[in-house]
């Protein structure tokens, strides 16, 4: 789930989450709520929340929750939600494309 800031301030999911170079693919199989938040960097607790629940809400994602000691909770995408990064590939490789264009953008907050 490859993540970027929308004009509202929000997160959204596409191909895959990375950090320093290193992708953490959502695609393959399910993530803790540690791994997206070190997986995203500048997000907050908060704001990752949110966007799960939503994600969750909408049936893009599955929210597994393992009653142990202590609670283990994993998210993982569903068909729909691999239908959508199917549908927002050829987006993300645009934004690659013009990662320098973009970030040079001055945003308006």
Known sequence: MRTANTSHGLWTPTNEV?????????????LRFGELRRAVPGISERVLILQ??????TGLLHREVYHQVPPKVEYSLTEFGHS?????????????????RIEAIPWVT
């Open 18 to 30: 990375s950090r320093s170079g290193e992708s953490v693919r959502c695609g393959d199989g399910s």
């Open 52 to 57: 799960l629940r939503e994600m969750e809400t």
């Open 84 to 100: 959508l990064n199917t549908a927002m590939a050829p987006l993300g490789e645009w934004g690659e494309e013009h990662i320098e």
